[in-house]
Each structure stands twice: as structure tokens, then as C-alpha cells.
């Protein structure tokens, strides 16, 4: 049972990842963007925020965080994904994983060079019903046969914000977890499955 980070810039491919490491480890997923997500259904203020690529407040977000954690057990592995983007949350963190009985024992970042960072999310489409990610070409949802739409947040505009954000924010972990000592960096610019194998072996699954 290990709890591992997984983070790099928005088109990385964290989801990507995440389901190839679901083919050999077990664990519980939290997503902040899926939090964020459900919220903004039912939060106009929180809804905003995230069209306009921007964070929402720490507290409601470690709330929510802190509801899901209570009901892994603790023998499962947790990966949160897009969680934590900021040094404080990362100090938050490390205190609510301990509350909780868990430490953080492994931090994985997708590296990925700005310029393709905008040129991956530009191209990007989801499905209009599930949200899930559609393969490029594809005229409808490989799950839901749902149509394929560009999210308001990968739209250009918002895109240079979400890239701005990240290296303001959340590039400052590289060095905190790389002191740690907990750090493992993958070169996220290769083909799906050698990113996928450079996790796994890494790992030393």
C-alpha cells in the first residue's frame, strides 16, 4: 500500500497515467478536478473560478478531501491527482494525511514543455455527457457515444492562464518533494506507453 502524488502541467497526461498504473496497483483516487467538478454543479462562484482557469479557496477543497479520505480504508493506497498546487497545501497535506494515518510515500512529475503543453490542450476534446477525454479523430465517446466538445478551459485564453498558474504555483514542489527525497521524475514529452513504463519501472513494480 503505498500513497502517491501524481502532478505536472494541465495536458501532461496525469488521467492517462493514472489508468495505466490502475493495471497494477490498487488504490483510491482523488482528483481535485473532479472535486471541483461536483462543486461547480451546485456552486455558480465555484463554477466561475474554474471556467476562468483558476483555484479555488483552500478550505472548501481540503474539506471535501478530508471526507474522502475518511472512507478509504486505510490498508488501500490513495493517488491524488492535481492535488496539491501550492507549497501550503502541500504542508496541509502531509498534516491531514497524518490525521488520517497515511504519509505521502511517493511524488510523480510528468515533465512537459510549456509549448506543448498549449499545443496538446488546444487539440483536446472531452465528451459532452461523461467528461471523459476523447481519443484525437474519434467522432464520439469510446464509453457513452457521448459528442465530443472542447472544455471552456482549454479554450487558448484560458489555456496561458492554467500554464501561468501551474508555473507560479505549483512548480515549487518540484524542489520540496525532490529534497524529501520522494521525488521521481518522468519525462511526460515520450509515447503513452514509454511515460507508463518509466512510472512502473521507477516504481519498481
Do not use: W
Not at 477543497?61 to 480504508?73: A, V, Y
Amino acid at each position: 500500500m503505498r500513497n502517491i502524488i501524481i502532478f505536472g502541467a494541465p495536458g501532461s497526461g496525469k488521467d492517462t497515467q493514472i489508468d495505466e498504473m490502475a493495471k497494477y496497483l490498487p488504490f483510491q483516487l482523488i482528483s481535485s478536478g473532479d472535486i471541483v467538478r461536483h462543486l461547480s454543479e451546485k456552486n455558480e462562484k465555484i463554477r466561475k473560478i474554474m471556467d476562468d482557469g483558476g483555484l479555488i479557496d483552500d478550505t472548501v477543497l481540503f474539506g471535501e478531501i478530508d471526507k474522502k479520505l475518511g472512507t478509504i480504508d486505510t490498508g488501500e493506497g490513495v493517488i491524488f491527482d492535481g492535488f496539491p498546487r501550492t507549497l501550503h497545501q502541500a504542508e496541509v497535506l502531509n498534516e491531514l494525511m497524518l490525521h488520517h494515518g497515511r504519509n505521502i510515500d511517493v511524488v510523480i512529475y510528468l515533465e512537459l514543455d510549456e509549448s506543448e503543453v498549449v499545443k496538446r490542450l488546444s487539440g483536446r476534446m472531452v465528451c459532452s455527457s461523461c467528461g471523459h477525454n476523447i481519443v484525437p479523430g474519434a467522432t464520439s465517446c469510446e464509453l457513452c457515444s457521448g459528442e465530443p466538445i472542447r472544455r471552456h478551459d482549454d479554450e487558448p485564453a484560458v489555456i496561458i492562464k492554467r500554464v501561468q498558474t501551474f508555473l507560479e504555483n505549483t512548480l515549487p514542489l518540484v524542489n520540496y518533494y525532490r529534497n524529501k527525497g520522494i521525488l521521481l521524475e518522468i519525462n511526460g514529452d515520450q509515447p503513452v506507453e514509454a511515460v507508463a513504463n518509466d512510472i512502473k519501472e521507477k516504481l519498481g513494480e
